[in-house]
């Protein structure tokens, strides 16, 4: 019975921690070791139907007339968002747009459930959809519907993730970041900061994005970059001792770009401890991170600017149903990165407050 | 101690045939080094001690107080976590919650202190908040056991439910109340002053000079190791029952002229080694060593010798450890101590020429202790031959590393390291050699070494201590002194890892959470409160985490979300690795804080040592899997032993 127990026990030890190790990093990469993990259980159509009350007006309404001229247009957006912080910016955006413009939006949550974004393009493709933006975080899964959608002669553009596959799919454009780009705009940051040798340090292995984020940083940099694990999220005081580990090893670094808030954070933290100036980088946005950069400890955070994401995919399609534009050109329109400096953390601040950054 | 109770009935039952003619071998005698060996915890020890040495050797900044500082970070919440997880084991039950209760008790704490519209945050006074988390943490400790107990699952299932529940929580309430996967401030709260120091205070290192530290540093540690000493003598041999004698005269004489030597040594200037006064301490130690043995103890009868069979063996023995040891010195001479060329797979010269000298050295020396093993037991000149012999082959291995070695550690702390080896290995023969055996149990004198043990571990560990806490005012002149920071969450791993042993070993509830993990209902039977020592276990859990909730809240100031979670394997892994069985029922507190040194020596120390983190896991799981190893087999060979 003992024997058998701890067989179990050992079942569920493994099964848990497969479980665990994915963290809940509050960006979504593209299509990086997005977390799979329910945040929020809320049904996408009672969450669709709420948006469109919003927007103030009737969900695939053809019937409604509006004085403006894309009042009959619809435009479905389906994203694997799971409405935390980062995805709330993106709806706030697409939101915004369609009222700027008149048209309706379905925005379509599926919580990182490739099953349920199917069911939502399908839904879209039906209700006659005048434009269809999806996130690719599964592209195999995803993309047969959106070349349906193509094959349907509905405009399909990409955003956040599925920067490699939007072609192949047949949609007009993607509207995104690439992580490598990110990574290079850092590695020119760290140029004009004057470092010397940046140690590149990531929160998880395994993880694309972030090992795209310092493969960018390697293209551009101009000194040396060493990459390293440095422990989870979940445990700061060891991710902070590990970089401090890594500073008393290798006395010549002078600068940490962390793959991720937290992890910049961390490394602040390590600086003072070894008691050595460092520059320090960043991804993304918390509270921590914007408060210290305005403290001017951290000297920059790179900003997917996803509210671009959300915005930007309506007014290109307004633009194609309306004035038949086409915009990028064959290649992806880059949302970021941008970034948050001790010159403009106030304003950050504040949009962060109010929901657009 | 009631693990050893415990395992022994556990045997008695096994093995129904023992009991029969035996004399009953709770009674038979065992001596100091054997029954050290049948601690729970000390394979882990042995795997500490080593894999702290290994680290040190390789990398410069892991030893210094600077990495010290830094990994005993690591330790302090890892090892109250383990030790609360060990005690809860040792009842036989698990708490996969513990992980992500960390996290959400500092979170609600900071919410509790927060004051954000009509919400959420009460914006409490830390003074009320602190307590009301604390009972809110006792509280999830006391539904995991009373579920366990009402339903009759297993405590895997039953905590994993309040793992998720735990989990979702954190992230639900923090989107909520902030809308945001990280929540602070914590130093908003009133009282926050007071309470930063309690959790979150530092001392560091060069704030704080004292010059005089390496002389308190040398005398504590000399002291300590002559207490353990004196505490082994006292545990392994035969108390004289003469009184005072011309021996306690000797006694007396060599220890004057050993200090007196001792003190002149440290009166030079300190720059060189003043080899006569060093010489003359060694022989005052030695008289005074042979004159306390002679006085303290009953002279050694003659024992048999080995026959011709056993020490043609020893012979051979000897031979492939003199061998050995003698092909390590070669390598060593021959290859290139400074070449950086790979070898093969990620092996440099430099680190080849390394592992072929410490193994080498280390299977002889294994060989050379077999030998003196085959020529049978002391007092037996030709044991002691061997030994004297070993002794020979430490001095001349660490002249050769003082010569060879192109590092300043190796050639200094390393070498004095070796001699005092073979200086204490040394002295055990030569008593060994005079002084008879005790075959019998004398209560009185295994108290006396209990004792004598703990005032010198006491002293060992003040010396370093200190050695670690101050700066000189030379060194702060001299520059390049890192600010190592030691944070006052080493001294509650301390404070939580006495308490729990202090309960296990020394309380009726400490003997309870062994008989409840080791057969329940056995326990129940003979009227031990079985469902309440569990569900207070479980308490004892969440308190721990509730702890290091505060630690890391009161440190970081905001949380994330996700603090915590998945650390509860780590917690069971570290407790494992100490010796705690995961069936329940054997280990000890102890082990837990020394599996979570080891794991935490180990991750940091890769990053110390500048090896490619991608590797990271493969190494970690080498080392742990070498611990629980180690751990079993040294545990088997002394159970079996004592039959």
Known sequence: MKKLMSLLALLFAFALVAAACSSDDDSDDDGSGSSSETEESS????????????????????????????????????????????????????????AAVGVNLVWAPSNNDPEQQVADIDAAIAAGSNGIAASLASPDAVAPSLEAAVAAGIPVYTLNSGVNQYKDIGAVTHIGQTETVAGEGAGERFNDLGATKVLCAFQEQSNVGLEE???????????????????LDADQTAQQNTIAALLAEDDSIDAVLGTGPVVAVSALGASQDAGKELIIGGFDITP???????????????????????????????????????????????????????????EVAALVEAGTR | MNQETTTEIAEKADDPGSGANATDERLSHRGPFQRLLTSPEIGALIGAVAIWAFFWAVSVPFGTAGGTANWLDVAATLGIMAVVVSMLMIGGEFDLSS??????????????????????????????????SFLAALGVGWFNGTMVERTSLPSFIVTLGTFFVVRGAKLGFSKLIVDNVQVGRIDEGAGYEFWVKV???????TEHQFDNRDVFYNQFLLAGLVFIALAFFEMNFRRSRTGFSVWTGVALVGAVIGLGAYAGMHSTDG??????????????????????????????????????????????????????????????????????????????????RAMLFVSLFVIGLVYLSRAAGAAGRAPNRNV????????????????????????????????????????????????????????????????????????????????????????????????????????????????????????????????WAFAVGGNKEAA?????PAARTKTQLFMIVSAGAWLVGMLLAFRLNSLQASTGDGLEFEYIIAAVVGGNLLTGGYGSAAGGAIGALIMAMSAQGIPFAGWNSDWRFVFLGVILLLAVIANNLIRARAEASRR
């Open chain 1, 213 to 231: 984020r310092c493969a960018g940083l390697e293209n551009t940099f101009s000194g040396e970059v060493v990459s390293e694990f440095v422990g």
């Open chain 2, 271 to 352: 720059t060189s080694i003043n080899w006569i006064l060093a010489i003359v301490a060694a022989a005052g130690a030695l008289i005074g060593i042979v004159g306390w043995a002679r006085w303290r103890y009953d002279a050694a009868e003659p024992a048999a010798e080995a026959d011709a069979g056993s020490m043609a063996v020893a012979g051979r023995y000897t031979l492939i450890g003199l061998a050995l040891v003698g092909a390590a010195v070669l390598f060593a001479w021959w290859l290139d101590s400074t070449s950086e060329r790979t070898v093969a797979f990620l092996i440099t010269i430099q680190g080849l």
């Open chain 2, 199 to 205: 959790f979150a205070s530092t001392w560091t290192r």
């Open chain 2, 384 to 511: 002691f031959g061997i030994q004297m012999l070993i002794v020979a082959v430490i001095v001349a291995v660490a002249f050769f590393i003082q010569i060879e070695s192109a590092s300043r550690k190796f050639r200094t702390e390393f070498f004095s390291v070796m001699l005092l080896i073979a200086l204490l290995f040394a002295v055990w023969s030569v008593v060994s050699l005079i002084s008879a055996e005790r075959r019998t149990p004398d209560p009185a004198a295994d108290a006396w070494g209990r004792r004598l043990v703990l005032v010198g571990v006491l002293l060992a560990i003040a010396g370093v201590v200190i050695r670690l806490l101050f700066t000189t005012t030379a060194e702060i002149e001299a520059g390049g002194v890192p600010p190592a920071s030691f944070s006052v969450r080493i001294l509650w791993f301390l404070l939580v890892t006495i308490i729990a042993v202090f309960t296990l070993g020394r309380t009726r509830f400490g003997s």
């Open chain 1, 288 to 346: 921590d991170i914007i408060s210290a950069i305005d403290a001017g400890d951290i000297a920059f955070t790179v900003d997917q600017q996803q509210y671009l994401q959300g915005y930007l995919p309506v007014i290109l399609m307004y633009l194609q149903a309306t004035n038949q534009n086409t915009a990028g050109g064959g290649l992806p329109v880059l949302t970021g990165p941008g970034f948050v400096t001790p010159e403009n953390a106030a």
């Open chain 1, 43 to 98: 049904s996408d159509t009672d969450d669709g139907g709420d948006d469109d009350a919003d927007a103030g007006s009737d969900d695939g309404g053809d019937d409604s007339v509006d004085l403006t001229q894309g009042g009959d247009l619809t435009f479905h957006m389906v994203t694997h968002s799971d409405d935390g912080p980062f995805w709330s910016v993106v709806k706030r955006g697409a939101e915004d747009a369609a």
């Open chain 2, 524 to 528: 129940r039977q003979v009227g031990v």
């Open chain 2, 99 to 132: 992980g992500a209760m960390t996290g959400a008790t500092g979170i609600l704490v900071i919410m509790l202190v927060k004051d954000i519209g009509e919400l959420g945050g009460a914006g409490l006074n830390l003074w009320i908040a602190l307590p009301l």
